[in-house]
């Protein structure tokens, strides 16, 4: 079973338009954790959150982590062809501290 | 600053085969995780290294193991190699134990192709 569903898997949508994605989980973290990952590189970190309720911006992108600390969404304002990719959120673990990895949402802006 | 390098960026191996997959950490860091990222996955946690010992694994079997040497570089081997084991595999290195105020940098990766 995998500790962290990221969805949607896929999302392809128009330049201007705006998305959000979202990371669940039963499991609560001491912090979460998003990364973007272009082909043939590794993940980027964009953004941590650590606190219940936490909301943090970074230019059009919105990141939220949930008051339980164990969910969290990314919501994308007015997306661009340069934001096309495979976003990740990580879990940082409370018992140990290791990070675990979502599948993704691979997303796609058409121009 | 000197980013993580990861080396050889392919390799193509056969079924029963040994590969050693190398990586350099950021400068400074001296904690290095390794994660398995199959096509269309998220990145699996494989293990950590801190300070030159294993500091933690996930699921992966005992032919998956590792070393990290003074200089803070690692290495992931694997014997017995299968076809499953084809993936991406992704070196990060962090300044500590990994905690929410040190994130991972990652590698790009070394693409391993077993036939």
């Known amino acids: 079973t995998q500790l962290l569903e990221q969805s949607p898997q896929f999302l392809s949508i128009q330049e201007g338009e705006n998305l959000t994605v979202y990371c669940n989980s039963s499991?609560?973290?001491?912090?979460l954790q998003w990364y973007r990952q272009e082909p043939g590189e590794g993940p980027v970190l964009l953004v941590t959150v650590v606190t219940g309720g936490e909301v943090k911006k970074l230019k059009r992108l919105t990141f939220q982590f949930g008051d339980a600390r164990k969910d969290s969404s990314l919501h994308i304002t007015a997306a661009q062809p340069g934001d096309t990719g495979l976003y990740l959120c990580a879990g940082v673990m409370n018992r140990d501290d290791k990070i675990i990895f979502g599948k993704g949402t691979r997303l796609h802006i058409l121009p | 600053e000197t980013g993580v390098t990861q080396s050889p960026t392919h390799l193509i191996k056969t079924r029963g085969q040994q590969v050693t997959l190398r990586c350099s950490s950021q400068?400074?860091?001296?904690?290095v995780s390794w994660y398995q990222q199959a096509l269309g996955q998220g990145p699996q946690f494989i293990f950590q290294?801190?300070?030159?010992?294993?500091?933690g694994r996930g699921n992966f079997p005992p032919r998956f193991s590792g070393l990290q040497f003074p200089n803070y570089s690692s290495e992931l081997n694997v014997n017995a190699l299968e076809l499953d084991d084809s993936a991406l595999y992704l070196c990060?290195?962090?300044?500590?134990?990994?905690?929410?105020?040190?994130?991972?940098?990652f590698g790009n990766g070394t693409r391993l192709t077993v036939t």
């Open positions: 990060a290195s962090s300044l500590m134990r990994q905690t929410y105020n040190s994130p991972l940098h």
């Open positions: 290294y801190y300070r030159e010992e294993e500091n």
């Open positions: 499991s609560v973290f001491s912090s």
């Open positions: 400068s400074g860091h001296n904690t």
